[in-house]
């Protein structure tokens, strides 16, 4: 992994800092729409740390420079940080967060700014809150974004791809129905309307998609709803006249992107007009909105920050989306077991040299053939070795590790079609593995038969079973460091909230339902040797059981991806019969699914007839 010599960046960044009369500057990952994946023009955190993790915070000072990222990137941190930089490990024992190293910091009556566009509303009412109260003057809004102007002219272009209209035959359901559903919501909270800003909410809201950020097909976009009117505020030279048509059609206007902000402005000064003889119903924005978009509306008395209605509508999958993501596993899975055989062929018998890139592309050549394929849903995971204990690992063309046949190979990928996402991940090993890694690989396997398996009643959170998937390895004093599931768009992004599975806060706040869709992906990784990931999505669903206590159903789930596991790091000794019976049951159904797709005496078929071979 490069490291970046950022020196002459941030003396760049303290001199504009000094100018703005700003102290300590805080550099947040996500873009003005609180997106986790980001266009190249706004991977500013990236830029001025040379850290291109997904998740993490930095923090500027005159004297000092810290990045702040959770376990899954400590590894990649520690190799991409140039010397001018402080690692702060997030959930680490004894280690601040960003937040409270920054309100250190602060002590003496300095100042914190901020591109208010960039930081959630209350985060930033916290920070400063923070800031105060350790003896700093507080936070700033400093508009004009101070990384931009280090760029320069060096800043990546913003995109301007075309925009496309998503049939119904793929999501399922009109955008005038789901406008029809989210004036529900607003009646019964009395809101004015609701503005949105996130783009995948906006994209499903639609029914349209976009690619202005990689492997999301997403378009940069807000809109606000009200009980009477619609408005999609987005550059109109990316709509096609299918777009155009359609949102007419559903009673849809569309005004320019950057006009948002003046509309904000002045549906807050309406609103003031009104005066106390009328008090102003408030609009809601999503708690993920940020700071500005809050202070355009006219602050705390014009706003409601809540959860997102058409997030949570979102990932509640309707039949058709739910048969989508069915259908497309199938198709992703019959791509994965293709190159698995391919590359164990090329590796074993043919003895080729095959690095961690070409693997990748590869595998995306198998994807290619698939019907409705559209693109990758992320960057291809594709690890050998040590390169496999890093958590969130890319390689790099030009500068990766060649595959070695003698250790472990962790792929995690995905992809996006136009009836679904897919994100799996396995992991195997082409020669003899250790005993060790026998044992770490089926640990992690028998947690996630435990989660797949596990029955819960309505109202369960995902913080609530993670346990289920770490038990075998908290047994034996061994955990990992990231979450055990993540929600899953449909042909949206990768990564959705508000559901997930781990332990992170959010996830005890929303409980799991009927229609959710999400990733189920214990692991194990030993820095410097090996990682081990084995990685399912599966669907939420009613299932039936003897009695219903409280007179609530009961949830399980479905899983649908489609590739066996590796029978040659599984320790057999290690499974009851019931985990053995369910893997027996597992492989008979990709077995049935595969059918037809590939040929009698092939090498993928008999590839994957070994594989699923019953225990």
């Known amino acids: 992994m490069e490291t970046i010599n950022t020196t002459a960046r941030l003396a760049a960044l303290r001199s504009l800092m000094k100018e703005k009369g700003v102290d300590i500057y805080v550099v947040p990952s996500e873009d003005s729409h609180a997106s986790e994946y980001i266009a190249a023009c706004d991977a500013r955190r990236a830029f001025i740390s040379g850290f291109t993790g997904s998740a993490g915070t930095v923090v500027v000072t005159q004297d000092k420079a810290a990045l702040a990222t959770d376990g899954r990137y400590f590894n990649q941190a520690s190799k991409q940080l140039d010397g001018n930089w402080l690692l702060l490990k997030t959930g680490m024992q004894d280690v601040p967060t960003w937040q409270e190293w920054t309100a250190e910091e602060s002590a003496g009556d300095k100042t914190v700014g901020v591109d208010p566009a960039l930081i959630a509303s209350s985060v930033a009412e916290k920070l400063d809150a923070s800031v105060k109260k350790s003896g700093g003057a507080g936070l700033k809004a400093v508009d004009e974004n101070l990384i931009d102007q280090v760029w320069g002219d060096n800043r990546p272009a913003r995109s301007s791809n075309p925009i496309v209209l998503l049939p119904e035959k793929y999501s399922g359901k009109d955008t005038a129905t789901k406008l029809a559903d989210l004036r529900r919501e607003l009646e019964k909270k009395k809101a004015a309307g609701f503005v949105l800003s996130m783009l995948d909410e906006i994209a499903w809201l639609f029914n349209l998609r976009g690619s202005d950020i990689t492997y999301n097909p997403v378009f940069f976009s807000y809109a606000i709803v009200t009980q009477n009117s619609a408005t999609l505020y987005v550059d109109d030279s990316k709509l096609s006249d299918e777009c155009r048509s359609y949102l007419d059609q559903n009673k849809v206007s569309v005004k320019p992107y950057d006009t948002l902000f003046k509309d904000a402005n002045a549906l807050a000064s309406v609103a003031e007009s009104k005066g106390a003889s009328e008090p102003p119903k408030k609009y809601l924005v999503s708690n993920k909105g940020s700071w500005a978009l809050k202070l355009a509306l006219g602050g705390d008395k014009f706003v409601e920050e809540v959860r997102s209605p058409v997030g949570d509508a979102k990932a509640v999958k309707n039949d058709t989306e739910l048969e989508g993501m069915r259908q497309c596993h199938i198709r992703d899975g019959a791509a994965l077991i293709e190159f698995f055989a391919w590359l164990e062929d090329q590796l074993i018998d043919k003895k080729a040299v095959i690095d961690e890139v070409a693997a990748a592309d590869k595998l995306e050549e198998f994807r290619k053939k698939q019907q409705d394929f559209v693109g990758l849903s992320f960057d291809t995971i594709s690890s050998t070795g040590p390169n ?228």
Not at 395 to 413: K, Q, V, Y
Not at 535 to 561: M, Q, Y
Request: with cysteine.
């Open 388 to 615: 496999a204990a890093v958590i969130h690992y890319k390689p790099e063309r030009g500068n990766c590790a060649t595959i070695d046949p003698n250790s472990i190979f962790l792929c995690d990928s995905g992809a996006q079609y136009l009836d679904g996402t897919t994100d799996t991940t396995r992991t195997l090993h082409f020669g003899t593995p250790s005993a060790a890694e026998k044992k770490a690989y089926t640990l992690v396997l028998k947690g996630n038969i435990a989660l797949d398996t596990a029955v819960f009643p309505k109202g369960t959170t995902g913080f609530a079973v993670d346990c289920l998937a770490r038990q075998f390895l908290w047994k034996q004093g061994l955990d990992y460091r990231h979450g055990t599931g993540h929600g899953v768009g449909s042909y949206l992004n990768v990564h959705e909230g508000p559901i997930g599975i781990g332990t992170r806060k959010q996830y005890a706040d929303v409980a799991l339902a009927a229609g959710n869709v999400l990733s189920i992906e214990p692991g194990y990784y030993e820095d410097g040797a090996y990682g081990i990931r084995i990685e399912n999505l599966a669907l939420v669903r009613e299932v039936k059981t003897e009695h219903s206590f409280g007179d609530k159903p009961f949830l399980g789930f479905e899983h649908v991806t489609m590739v066996p596991y590796c029978r040659n790091l599984i320790d057999e000794s290690l499974l009851t019969q019931d985990e053995k019976d369910w893997l027996n049951r597992s492989n008979e159904e990709i077995r049935k699914r595969m059918e037809g797709r590939f040929e009698e005496g092939s090498l993928t078929k008999a590839w994957l007839d070994r594989e699923t071979r019953p225990f």
